[in-house]
């Protein structure tokens, strides 16, 4: 049943198609104003001019005739194609993916832009309570009755029952919700009314001319019998009498092949009738059994079911089956696989049971609002309109229901943009509101993916961030497109565009860098070192940028350790430290560019000025040649500080030169 | 400041004046001697015009002076049989004064680090092979045990 309910979804797709085919099937447009027996009676002569169309096909129209019986699934697709119903492929949905495929195409319902946009537009209405729709409805639900009341009174064409029905359809059909198929349905059973008098007038024809034919057979009868008594009679007599016998039996014989042929083109006329009344009664039930079939398609399951209850009513003659081909898989559908062939009755059941359906899902829809089960009310509430928009129970759901789903609603259609243009930060958020609004969505899968996808990114703008520092500007350039590709807006991205820019503007720092190197201002580099880290993408720079680094570095650490061993020893502390200072100065000449250094040599030479006159001297002599001066300046610089390494080369040093030289 | 002494040079027109002059010096340092009875540390710092700050400053400035020091052995440098002695004088402990000795120059004294001895030094300049100037160092000429 539920395989069946979903051919409901045609008109969703190609509501207008079906309207067309039953126009061009001579349904006629809905007319307004009352209906009556005479209106049939007019009728009838105009119904027979389909038949002369069925009898006398146009080769020139086919080409406008849909495929009937064919299927747009190519037959080597491997595709199960369509079943057929009246030469129109029926729309069939796959529960498993919510895809309807139809003529060809497969669409997702809750993804169809047709089928969303229906489903938009019905939320966005309001409930359709209005007293004209009230008016509607409670005709509606008269009609329904009066049919049922058909179906127990006196079978007959043109009855009181059939007649209050049909003006009620008209009355209906001035409903602007009805959308004319009222009015349809009342032509439709005035057409098929209009052929049943057509028949019955050719019947009453029929009848005339049995009556007539009845006439000349007994003429007929008589005259031959005239005719052989005399001929008898004749042969009786002698002499004259006998020639004469013979004209009077001629002039009969002419009256009676008169007659005879009279009578033969009577009987034609009225075989000739008897076909067209079975023709115009097949192509009635055709007719009708479209209207019903159009209208349980276009979801109007109240007027598909007043047609199937009516027709059994129009056509007394208890042949109620669908006109398909049994070997279809139409009529295997509408058989419900029990062998049987298709009926107005199959068709009766489906309506009740899709109104019953629809209902069922309405009831569910607001049952789940009531426990905040959005997810699940929405998906009812689409079943619900995809099958039966035009319900009562669809058309009377209350605003705030609609604005609840609507809310939830727009948040799922959100979705899969966001989705598509890989914004998972937006996919996050939606995913969280939609859980506020129903707690029992499940947004593990979401979230998870969501995350998965961000942490790709990160990885790869990590990696960015790898390759800047190594200045490896290719891979820098390969990772942020990728984390690009991956998570789109990244908010990390925006720090790789901030390094990027860095690196855009780095010339004037690496400018600054440059000439700071070249005053020897590492101090200054080394306090900035943050500003000047970009330069470090330079290869050549990034050297100069160490070195800078580590020497201030270097020295910095240098001048805590002396602090700490000249505080512990204030005699020789000092003198330790500033002998130790003025040897890396020595060593490494940069070392004496660096305030902070020269700063501490300063310091230390005062706390330990004795020792360092001492040494000074002691250069002075020993450069002067003094030796004897010199060496004993170095003493005196060792008695202050023994471990004085500087005073003790400078010693040995000179005293070698002494001992060598000629006195 | 010490002076520097100067070499002393007899003339024959001041010889009344002169033994005149010594006469009234010897007697006056009789007299002091026998007044002011010197000390043990006096004895010692046989020449008190020497000073290692002075020496320190300038040595050149005593090119030519000879001095008799006591002093304390502290260090020895050897080089050959020739020494460099660091020794501290007796009022000046703090200081090392560099002593070259000359091989022989000993005699039969046996410097021993932590001795205290009498040395005889005069301060010269010198040459080194390449025959620049090596200037003021103090030369011991004689040692004396103490």
């Known amino acids: ?663 | 400041m010490a002076r520097k002494r100067r070499s002393s040079k007899n003339k024959k027109s001041q010889l009344p004046l002169v033994l005149g002059g010594g006469g009234a010096v010897l007697a006056l340092a009789i007299g002091a001697a026998v007044v002011m009875k010197p000390s043990e540390e006096q004895k010692e710092t046989a020449d008190s015009r020497f000073n290692i700050a002075d020496y320190r400053q300038d040595a050149s400035r005593l090119t030519g002076n000879t001095y008799r020091l006591t002093a304390r052995v502290e260090n020895i440098e050897t080089l050959g049989n020739d020494r460099l002695v660091a020794v501290s004088l007796p009022n000046n402990k703090q200081e090392r004064l560099p002593l070259l000795v000359r091989s022989g120059v000993t005699g039969r004294v046996n410097l021993t680090r932590g001795d205290t001895f009498a040395f005889h030094v005069a301060c010269r300049n010198g040459q080194d092979a390449e025959g620049r100037e090596v200037k003021g160092v103090m030369i011991v000429e004689k040692v004396e045990t103490d």
Request: glycine share 8%.
């Open chain 1, 1 to 663: 049943m539920k395989a069946i309910s979903y051919i409901s979804l045609l008109p969703l797709v190609c509501g207008t198609f079906v309207l067309s085919q039953a126009s061009a099937q001579g349904l006629g447009a809905a007319r307004k104003g009352g209906f009556s027996a005479a209106d049939v009676q007019r009728q009838a002569g105009s119904a027979q001019q389909p038949m002369m169309q069925m009898n006398q096909p146009q080769t020139g129209q086919m080409e406008h005739v849909p495929n009937i019986g064919k299927s747009h699934v190519d037959p080597n697709s491997g595709e199960t194609p369509n079943p057929q119903v009246l030469g129109m492929e029926m729309p069939l949905l796959d529960p498993s993916g919510d895809t309807m495929s139809y003529n060809g195409a497969k669409f997702d319902v809750g993804n169809n832009a047709v089928v969303r946009a229906r489903f938009e537009k019905y939320l966005l209405q309001n409930p359709d309570d209005s007293s004209e729709a009230r008016r509607y409805r409670k005709k509606m639900r008269s009609i329904i009755k009066l049919t049922q009341k058909s179906a127990r009174s006196r079978r007959e064409v043109g009855s009181q029952t059939l007649v209050e029905i049909a003006n009620g359809l008209y009355e209906m059909n001035e409903y602007i919700g009805d959308g004319g198929q009222s009015g349809a349905l009342a032509s439709a059973m005035a057409s098929a009314i209009a052929a049943q008098y057509a028949n019955r007038a050719r019947n009453r024809k029929n009848e005339k001319m049995q009556e007539e034919i009845d006439k000349l057979v007994q003429k007929t009868n008589i005259l031959t019998s005239r005719n052989t008594n005399k001929v008898q009679r004749g042969n009786n007599t002698v002499g004259a009498k006998n020639s004469g016998g013979g004209a009077p039996a001629v002039s009969n014989t002419f009256t009676i092949a008169h007659n005879t042929k009279k009578i033969g083109t009577l009987e034609a006329a009225g075989i000739k009738n008897a076909a067209e009344n079975v023709a115009a009664l097949e192509l009635a039930k055709i007719n009708f059994q479209s209207t019903i079939v159009s209208m349980l398609m276009q979801r109007r399951y109240n007027h598909a079911m007043i047609g199937a209850h009516t027709y059994r009513h129009i056509f007394s003659d208890g042949d109620t089956t669908l006109k398909l081909d049994s070997e279809s898989q139409a009529a295997q559908m509408f058989e419900g696989g029990v062998g049987l062939p298709p009926t107005i009755g199959t068709m009766a059941t489906m309506a009740s049971n899709m109104r019953r359906d629809v209902d069922q899902n309405m009831e569910a829809v607001a049952n789940m609002l009531a426990q905040n089960k959005l997810g699940e009310a929405t998906n009812n509430l689409i079943q619900a309109v995809a099958v039966g928009e035009y319900m009562e129970s669809v058309q009377t759901f209350p605003v705030e229901g609609r604005r609840r789903i609507s809310e939830y609603w727009t948040l799922r259609k959100q979705a899969l943009p966001a989705l598509n243009a890989r914004d998972y930060g937006r996919l996050e958020e939606i995913a969280s509101k939609m859980k506020a609004l129903d707690p029992d969505f499940d947004d593990s899968m979401l979230t998870s993916y969501c995350a998965g996808r961000k942490a790709q990114s990160d990885m790869h703008l990590r990696n960015a961030a790898k390759a800047l520092k190594a200045g490896d500007d290719a891979t820098f350039n390969a990772e942020i497109m990728e984390a690009g590709k991956i998570w789109p807006k990244n908010p990390n991205i925006a720090k790789g565009r901030a390094e990027l820019e860095k690196i855009d503007n780095q010339d004037p720092v690496r400018d600054e860098f440059r000439t700071l190197i070249g005053r020897k201002e590492y101090r200054t580099i080394y306090n900035e070192q943050d500003k000047f880290e970009v330069v470090a993408i330079d290869p050549e720079l990034k050297e100069q940028y160490k070195e800078a680094i580590t020497l201030i570095g270097t020295i910095d650490g240098m001048l805590t350790q002396l602090d700490v061993a000249a505080q512990q020893d204030v005699v020789m502390g000092p003198c330790m430290a500033y002998e130790m200072l003025l040897e890396r100065g020595e060593q490494d000449a940069r070392y004496k560019e660096d305030p902070k250094y020269r700063d501490a040599l300063n310091r230390y030479a005062q706390g330990a000025h004795e020792f360092t006159q001492a040494l000074e001297k002691a250069k002075r002599s020993e450069a002067a040649r003094e030796y004897g001066s010199a060496l004993s300046n170095y003493y005196r610089a060792q008695c202050l500080y023994p471990r004085s390494t500087m005073a003790g080369e400078g010693a040995k040093r000179v005293t070698e030169i002494i001992l060598k030289a000629k006195f």
